[in-house]
């Protein structure tokens, strides 16, 4: 099993030179609070200034991790990104680097992942998450979102995770056992933001140099359709009054459900779901129906989720405790929005749930555990 950790990469950044000052930053905001004058002692500028770090210190363990890639012999490849890459564009339904830097994967034009960075050995495949989070409790259905959606694209790959986390982060020990956990020191990024600030001149970029090097375009994957693989979930999971439960709980399909993060099981007719959410007040809608999903919370349960559609691009997602609803609202341009268009088009009157079947897929759920 490969072994990353701060017995292995040094601490400090004398030997990257200014790379760091070559990756893309959203500091415009940031050097516009600090030109008004506010400082640390300012709530707006700490959140905003956390913001920055946290980007900074991805890109700082990002080029710790290539120097130890080229030098670590289990090491087959690793993906090339940010500036030691030329910009591209993003490909539809293939893993790349977009041009902001980053490693994703896109379904259509729409990214469903993003990866801090990716190393192969023969026959496992480390993802690695660089955070500043104070807790990794709430990471887990990050994680299993990503380490669901690498099993589906390298399938002969065992599927490994990589937390790098500043000292004194909790919620460590509540990891799945296929993540593991860095603590580096605790890291500060206002030099880099001094020398941003001053227009400072940059030193050369220092390029790493090894045949190890692997470009995200050029990686085979194993083909994954998100839109018809949701479809035929949705099916499926129908093909039953109300619900197909063996093949709900079959692993592929927890394992799609992780990659989703919700699946869909059908409708409900506005009029019923109102009898379900009596608080709820609908303004200017022209909804006919409302989208019912299941999601996995941090505990090991599930819950039924719903999608309400107002108008073209209004959607809002509903969950119920107790008979109160909470409203979160949509991206218009996210990727949930994209699906509700994509559930619209192939949910005939065959999908519509009734009172009683919403009833019994609520009963069961709450008898049931993911891992």
């Known amino acids: 099993m490969l072994t990353i950790n701060s017995t292995v990469i040094p601490h400090g950044d004398e030997d990257l030179g200014d790379n760091l000052l070559y990756y893309d930053y959203n500091v415009n905001h940031l050097l516009s609070l600090q030109a008004k004058g506010m400082t640390m002692e300012d709530e707006g500028y700490i959140s905003a200034f956390r913001s920055f770090e946290g980007e900074v210190y991805e890109n700082y363990i990002y080029e710790k991790l290539l120097r130890y890639a080229t030098n670590e012999p289990e090491i087959k490849s690793f993906i090339i990104k940010g500036p030691h890459k030329s910009r591209t564009h993003a490909q539809s339904d293939a893993l790349s680097v977009s041009w902001k830097g980053q490693i994703i994967y896109r379904a259509r034009?729409?990214?469903?992942?993003?990866?801090?960075?990716?190393?192969?050995?023969?026959?496992?495949?480390?993802?690695?998450?660089?955070?500043?989070?104070?807790?990794?409790?709430?990471?887990?259905?990050?994680?299993?979102?990503?380490?669901?959606?690498?099993?589906?694209?390298?399938?002969?790959?065992?599927?490994?995770?990589?937390?790098?986390?500043?000292?004194?982060?909790?919620?460590?020990?509540?990891?799945?056992?296929?993540?593991?956990?860095?603590f580096t020191k605790p890291y500060s990024a206002q030099h880099l933001l001094d020398k941003i600030s001053a227009k400072a001149p940059k030193a050369p970029m220092i390029a790493v140099e090894s045949d190890k090097i692997a470009h995200a375009e050029e990686i085979k994957t194993a083909s994954f359709k998100y839109y018809a693989t949701l479809s035929w979930m949705t099916r499926s999971l129908r093909a039953k009054n109300p619900m197909d439960w063996e093949f709900f709980s079959r692993p592929a399909t927890q394992r799609y459900h992780d990659i989703y993060t919700k699946i869909y099981i059908g409708y409900l007719n506005v009029a019923d779901f109102l009898s379900l959410a009596p608080d709820l007040v609908f303004e200017n809608s022209s909804a006919k129906r409302v989208i019912v999903g299941i999601e996995k919370d941090h505990t090991g349960g599930y819950f039924l989720t719903y999608f309400i559609r107002h108008s073209g691009k209004k959607l809002d997602n509903v969950t119920l405790v107790n008979g109160v609803s909470k409203v979160v609202k949509k991206d218009p341009l996210g990727i949930t929005l994209t699906e509700m268009n994509h559930l619209d088009k192939m949910m005939d009157e065959s999908f519509v749930l009734t009172l009683e079947q919403h009833r019994e897929i609520e009963k069961k759920l709450a008898t049931i555990t993911h891992k």
């Open 109 to 182: 034009h729409k990214e469903i992942g993003e990866f801090d960075g990716l190393l192969f050995t023969d026959k496992e495949l480390y993802f690695i998450e660089m955070t500043l989070v104070k807790s990794a409790s709430n990471l887990k259905k990050r994680l299993r979102k990503k380490k669901a959606l690498l099993e589906v694209l390298f399938p002969r790959y065992t599927v490994k995770a990589v937390l790098v986390l500043n000292e004194g982060a909790t919620g460590t020990s509540d990891l799945p056992p296929y993540a593991s956990v860095w």
